[in-house]
């Protein structure tokens, strides 16, 4: 029997009307908005004309406000994936070993990544508070006098990207055990045969071995964190002044004050970015297939 | 050699217990003082409530309108669960079964959706000229659609594990497509849909963007949204915020702990086996 008549291609209509009409047609349309004056004052829109039709992609990347929007968007992307890498797979290796009821430790971990960022903001709202919080009131205790978290421009955005580790941690983590899991202890045993040091181990047999995970966890982390929104959103909301706004907590803002082509430009610029980023995963995904 | 494993060992297991520690009282502190009077919950630390004051919920939820952007929610995620579970997993069929040169390049640009950005601003104008916007409808579809990529992706990975042979004998006996796949291919796809089905659900029940965007009736509100209006306007009663807190995660717990299963395995299932 043909294939084409065994699988037809009507099964294909939800998925493509839903993902063409409200996924796909908005990146393009929007690619096509971003040369244009759009904007909630005026009913007309118009093409900005061939000599400035770039003029909203220059503003993006001129703009002291947007730099700082696009600059902080990076920087959220490198410190948390950092961060969350390291700290996860430390914590995984450690973790892994003599641990009494570590199924009791993996569900506790766990629990940050399945709440929502909006109920985890304000949680840390109040945890971060000044002068009653949680965390101050512990410092306290031990004679330090914490800072003002949220709300001191030099630190909220340290603050913001703590936050956000402490959330998405435990589920790197739990990516990075069912990694160290899937290696087989026969390695180690000749390793410890041979004589090998705990670093050696780990720098000879569990990296290697842990490089397509690694791989996958980074993309991910990079993912998130360009696109990151609802956690910033509810914790500071870009405040103070533009100190923690994130590309896409500035769009939101845009939005709000009806700057609809400004909006769409930088929505258009963070699409471009995110279909070069998504093609690396592809491959690098299809790559370990291949190794299977 | 054998006492320095033991301290080691000891050594590891605290350390295990403070970070579950450091995870687990921020949720504490919730609970706690969604028990406790206006006063006491103001100095926001960890002391056992000396009255419990239950009377909270009851205030959250008459004040906060909570029963309906908990109907609202509910809609939102059981009918994006519903509706994203079946388009999602006839596409992935086709995709995985047909990898003709079209389905190639349209499950690459579907997948690519995983990473691809939501232009919010044009799918505004996408859903006026729908007339979906402010509606239940229009942020059911969204939901569906957003949730597409990520489903698809990880149906087709399973559907790959299915031999074909069977497709093949139920074809022989004259078996329809749509039959094939309902009554044949489905109940043998049980594991993922399960998993599709519990982080379609928690996504939905989770997200506030699309709300906040296309929702400006605070009557289609969902739980999430109803929260943080809430704490906009009693942010001094932290006992009350608390308690709103509470109930919009509880159904996300225990989703969790019936669910955890499925939850880490799909979410680590794209990360590990590719």
């Known amino acids: 029997m043909k294939k084409s008549k065994m699988y037809p291609a009507y099964f ?26 759009w904007s909630a004052y005026s009913d007309e829109v ?33 410190v948390t994936t950092i961060v969350k890498d390291v700290i996860s797979l430390a914590l995984a290796v450690l973790l892994i070993r003599r641990i009494k009821l570590l199924n009791f430790h993996r569900a506790v971990l766990f629990i940050p990544a399945v709440l929502s960022a909006l109920i985890v903001g304000m949680i840390f709202r109040s945890v971060l508070n000044p002068e009653v919080g949680l965390l101050n009131s512990f410092l306290r205790q031990l004679g330090i006098e914490g800072p003002q978290w949220l709300t001191n421009p030099d630190i909220a955005f340290w603050s913001v990207m703590a936050v956000d580790t402490w959330k998405g941690m435990g589920y790197i983590m739990t990516i990075f055990i069912a990694g160290l899991m899937s290696i087989s202890p026969t390695y180690y045993e000749a390793a410890d045969i041979d004589g090998a040091g705990g670093w050696q181990k780990f720098r000879w047999i ?26 910033v959103y509810a914790l500071t909301n870009g405040g103070p002044g533009y100190a923690t706004e994130v590309l896409y907590t500035g769009i939101f803002k845009e939005f709000g004050y009806g700057k609809f082509a400004m909006g769409t430009t930088l929505s258009t610029i963070m699409f471009v970015v995110m279909v070069i980023v998504g093609y690396f995963l592809i491959r690098s995904m299809s790559r370990n297939e291949v190794e299977e | 050699m054998r006492s320095r494993k033991v301290i080691g060992s000891i050594g590891v297991n605290i350390f295990a217990w403070v970070l579950s520690l450091i995870l687990i009282t921020p949720l504490i502190l919730i609970l706690v003082n969604s028990f406790k009077t206006s006063t006491a919950a103001a100095e926001m630390n960890l002391a056992i409530p000396k009255v419990f004051q239950f009377s909270n919920y009851l205030t959250v939820i008459e004040k906060g309108k909570l029963a309906v952007s908990f109907v609202n929610s509910m809609i939102y995620s059981v009918f994006s669960v519903a509706l994203c579970t079946l388009t999602s997993s006839m596409a992935a069929y086709v995709l995985s079964r047909n990898r003709c040169k079209a389905n190639k390049i349209i ?4 997948v690519l959706g995983i990473t691809m950005p939501i232009n919010f601003i044009a799918l505004m104008k996408v859903m006026q000229i729908l ?31 299915i031999p ?34 519990v982080l379609t659900f928690l996504n939905t029940w989770n997200e506030y963007i699309l709300p906040l965007y296309y929702l400006g009736n605070s009557t289609n509100w969902p739980m999430t949204l109803a929260v943080y209006n809430f704490f906009g306007m009693y942010f001094k009663e932290w006992n009350l915020v608390c308690a709103d807190i509470v109930l919009t995660s509880l159904p996300v717990i225990i989703v969790y702990i019936l669910g955890q299963r499925y939850i880490v395995s799909g979410m680590t299932a794209g990360a590990v086996k590719g």
Do not use: W
């Open chain 1, 12 to 37: 294909l209509i939800g998925t493509l009307l839903l993902f063409g009409v409200l996924y796909l047609l908005p990146s393009i349309l929007g690619i096509g908005y971003s040369f244009t004056d």
């Open chain 1, 46 to 78: 118009n093409f900005l004309g061939f000599n400035h039709m770039f003029d909203n992609y220059l503003k993006a990347f001129s703009d002291e406000k947007y730099i700082r929007y696009i600059g902080n968007t990076l920087l959220f992307t490198f």
């Open chain 1, 206 to 231: 569990t990296m290697p071995m842990l490089m397509p995970a690694v791989t996958v966890v980074t993309v991910l982390n990079v993912i998130y964190g360009l696109r990151v929104f609802d956690i």
């Open chain 2, 107 to 110: 499950y690459l640009i579907i």
């Open chain 2, 131 to 161: 007339q979906i916007i402010n509606t239940k409808i229009g942020i059911i579809l969204l939901y569906s659609a957003i949730q597409t990529p990520f489903n698809v992706f990880l149906i087709y990975s399973f559907v790959s594990k």
């Open chain 2, 164 to 197: 074909r042979d069977i497709d093949e004998a139920a074809a022989i006996d004259g078996c329809s497509p749509l039959r094939l796949f309902f009554s044949i291919i489905l109940p043998l796809l049980k594991p993922v849909l399960v998993t599709v089905m």
